[in-house]
């Protein structure tokens, strides 16, 4: 079990920062895009799409992490009560997988919107107003004072 959950929370940790890198390259590029008055290209769709699938496997990672391998959630789901009254094990069993689902719906949001929006303009500002949401919604949800790969 300890040696699964060290695999899953590196791929997590690795994870986590290729979503980042996408999703700051697909807000960028919508905020030049929305900015600039340019047109929607193959690039833009394929950073979106990018960045949305990187949410994907990152929320599927963390929820196998969440559900079977965590000693954090495991300990919260025995007793919420006293887990709502611990810091540390509040934010593993409730406040980083209910923000960290908010970014992901917030990014498919944001790409479906994108993709149906009929002006490139409107397709631009809809990925960076809900791509901005999201990347908001996961920097105050990453657990900064872990270290920035975890090595198993």
Same mark, same amino acid.
């Given at each position: 079990?300890?040696?699964?959950?060290?695999?899953?929370?590196?791929?997590?940790?690795?994870?986590?920062?290729?979503?980042?890198?996408?999703?700051?390259?697909?807000?960028?590029?919508?905020?030049?895009?929305? $900015? &600039?008055?340019?047109?929607? #290209?193959?690039?833009?769709?394929?950073? %979106?799409?990018?960045?949305?699938?990187? *949410?994907?496997?990152?929320?599927?990672?963390?929820?196998?992490?969440?559900?079977?391998?965590s000693p954090y959630s495991l300990a919260a789901?025995?007793? $919420? &009560?006293?887990?709502?009254? #611990?810091?540390?094990?509040?934010?593993? %069993?409730?406040?980083?997988?209910?923000? *960290?689902?908010?970014?992901?719906?917030?990014?498919?949001?944001?790409?479906?919107?994108?993709?149906?929006?009929?002006?490139?303009?409107?397709?631009?500002?809809?990925?960076?107003?809900?791509?901005?949401?999201?990347?908001?919604?996961?920097?105050?949800?990453?657990?900064?004072?872990?270290?920035?790969f975890f090595l198993p």
């Open positions: 079990m300890q040696l699964a959950y060290s695999i899953f929370l590196f791929l997590h940790s690795i994870t986590r920062w290729l979503v980042v890198i996408a999703g700051v390259l697909a807000l960028g590029k919508a905020i030049w895009g929305w $900015f &600039g008055k340019k047109e929607w #290209n193959k690039v833009d769709d394929r950073l %979106g799409l990018i960045y949305m699938i990187g *949410m994907d496997v990152q929320v599927m990672l963390g929820l196998i992490l969440y559900f079977f391998l789901f025995k007793d $919420f &009560g006293a887990a709502m009254r #611990n810091t540390e094990l509040r934010f593993w %069993g409730i406040e980083h997988i209910s923000m *960290m689902i908010t970014a992901l719906a917030l990014t498919h949001i944001g790409r479906s919107l994108s993709k149906k929006a009929g002006e490139a303009d409107a397709k631009h500002k809809r990925a960076a107003i809900f791509f901005t949401i999201a990347m908001l919604v996961i920097v105050a949800s990453i657990p900064w004072a872990r270290p920035l």
